[in-house]
């Protein structure tokens, strides 16, 4: 865990969860905020040490793992919180989280978890894409969706925060499959971060990198080899695959750690938007067959 000086202005506290932080002396804005207090309370004695101010907060999307520590930050320093459209109806109400992974139902306890649902935060202001003055400071945010429904990844003084509109390529080999829940939006904003001018970009997991457009088209490489497997799985189905199977071929194709409800509905959502992304291609059809939710090549 360090706190690394990218330029003049960009900072970013290196963990499991990268916290990005940006200045021009006057406003402080940090990008998102770790997991829980404990997190984020070691980023703020980095910004104590070096004298710099803490004003504003930018949350990306609304996964616990990015927002968890903002409710401490919020009751204990007097900052202005932004949000993503959306995600901001989350981040006030965490439980949707857990919510929507249980299908709707209301989630057993054990969905109750600091990794899927943090503690409940306040928004001051609801961010749009495009260019956006924060404080004293412009940025631009950058619609980046595919992994939450409304993520924006942030553009400031030549630095990319993109969230986790990518990860580094150590994290896709540890996650195996990434979560998304669009693969096509996804596909979509890693191909606008490839078209974008920055001197270095950081994604929520992985390292800052310069020469991070390698590691965005090893992402859309990635997901287009996801997608090819999962192809080729339906078509070895002429008679169809059900839902429940294709998940737990995918699972077990790629080896993921999925023993538990949390983990397993993670990846059920994954897999899921790879299906629903061969279904918008026309690749596969889809049909509710003996009550099962079952896909068929759309050739034999
Ligand atoms: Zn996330």
């Known amino acids: 865990m360090t706190f690394k000086n990218i330029n003049q202005h960009c900072y970013i ?14 406003t402080g804005l940090l990008i998102d905020t770790g997991i829980d207090k404990s997190s984020v309370k070691k980023v703020v004695k980095e910004l104590e040490q070096h004298k710099l101010p803490l004003t504003h907060l930018f949350i990306t999307h609304a996964h616990a793992d990015h927002y968890g520590g903002a409710a401490y930050l919020q009751s204990h320093y007097d900052i202005h919180t932004l949000a993503p459209h959306l995600e901001e109806a989350i981040l006030r109400n965490p439980s949707l989280e857990p919510l929507y992974l249980f299908g709707g139902n209301d989630p057993l306890p054990e969905l109750h978890n600091k990794f899927l649902q943090g503690p409940e935060m306040q928004v001051d202001e609801t961010a749009e894409a495009g260019e956006q003055l924060i404080g004293t400071m412009q940025v631009e945010a950058i619609r980046t969706p595919g992994h939450s429904y409304n993520q924006l990844s942030l553009l400031a003084y030549d630095t990319l925060y993109a969230a986790d509109a990518y990860f580094g390529k150590d994290q896709l ?22 078209g974008l001018d920055a001197k270095g970009a950081v994604p929520g997991h992985g390292r800052y ?22 192809e080729v799985l339906i078509y070895k189905h002429p008679g169809g695959i059900t839902h429940e199977e294709a998940v737990s071929r995918m699972c ?23 299906l629903t992304g061969l279904i918008h291609t026309e690749k596969i059809t889809h049909a509710v067959s003996d009550f099962k939710w079952t896909f068929y090549p759309v050739r034999s």
């Open 13 to 26: 506290y290196e963990s499991a969860v990268n916290v990005g932080y940006v200045t021009d002396g006057k």
């Open 209 to 230: 990198e310069t020469d991070f457009k390698d590691t965005l088209q090893a992402n859309i490489d990635y997901h287009m080899s996801i997608l090819h497997s999962l």
């Open 252 to 274: 077990a194709k790629y080896k993921v750690k999925a023993s538990k409800l949390p983990q397993w509905l993670l990846f059920k959502t994954a897999v899921t938007a790879y």
């Open 173 to 194: 080999d540890k996650h195996r499959i990434p979560y998304i829940t669009d693969v096509e939006k996804t596909l979509q904003s890693l191909e606008k971060l490839k």
